[in-house]
């Protein structure tokens, strides 16, 4: 069975501080694996894309990486502030099931000032 | 710039009553999608429409039904609402299958008695 699993449920950090949120996948086979920010009581936005050729890729103080040989990404956030809590979802696609991607439970992050 | 429009906000319903969550893209957007969201949980996909004149199923079909009215509509439709479907519901719309960045509503939260 395909699945994704995030690491940790939930995170607290102090503003201003870093913190990598992991993302492990038995996804296959592979087409992409995305990175979404989830704010409390609002749908989910997208942070980053990435296909099987691409280990990191950058949205401002979010940087995704991506290691398909052991199926792990993992997302770093530089300089957290305050608008940083929300929860952050890994979701990976399915190339053969075009529509069909694999959610994960999220992180949960709190930044406290 | 609406963006993905997701009506009611707010839905409660009596077991047994129906009712239709509507969806509308202003992206010109190819393909849509409705999610579902439970405590805890990740998303998981209900239906998804690759094209306008398509519907394929997802992970959690069962007791709903969908229309693609055109391009920019997609409704989901609870014909005997029952309390395991209480959940938050989510539709989104991408460019095309599987590799674009999907956007998503604001959801409408819906509650079973």
């Known amino acids: 069975k395909n699945q994704v699993e995030q690491s940790p449920q939930s995170l607290i950090i102090l503003e201003g501080k870093n913190c990598t949120l992991q993302c492990n996948y038995t996804v296959s086979p592979f087409s992409n694996l995305r990175w979404y920010k989830q704010d409390t009581g609002r749908g989910p936005v997208s942070l980053t894309i990435m296909t099987f050729s691409e280990n990191t890729k950058s949205n401002g103080r979010y940087t995704a990486t991506l290691d398909a040989d052991t199926k792990q990404s993992s997302l770093h956030i530089t300089a957290s502030q305050l608008s940083d809590s929300a929860s952050y979802i890994c979701?990976?696609?399915?190339?053969?099931?075009?529509?069909?991607?694999?959610f994960g439970d999220g992180t949960t992050l709190t930044v406290k000032p | 710039n609406a963006g993905v429009t997701q009506t009611p906000k707010f839905q409660v319903l009596k077991t047994g009553q129906s009712m239709t969550l509507q969806c509308a893209q202003d992206m010109n957007h190819n393909s849509m999608y409705w999610y579902r969201q439970d405590p805890g949980m990740g998303l998981r996909l209900i239906y998804y429409?690759?094209?306008?004149?398509?519907?394929d199923k997802g992970e959690v079909p069962n007791g709903y039904n969908v229309s693609r009215l055109n391009k920019r509509e997609f409704s989901l439709r609870l014909e005997s609402a029952a309390p395991s479907q209480t959940s938050v519901y989510f539709c989104?719309?991408?460019?095309?299958?599987?590799?674009?960045?999907?956007?998503f509503g604001a959801g409408t939260r819906l509650s079973v008695l």
């Open positions: 979701v990976v696609n399915w190339e053969t099931n075009a529509g069909k991607s694999t």
């Open positions: 429409s690759a094209s306008e004149g398509t519907t």
């Open positions: 989104a719309s991408s460019e095309g299958i599987a590799k674009n960045i999907q956007y």
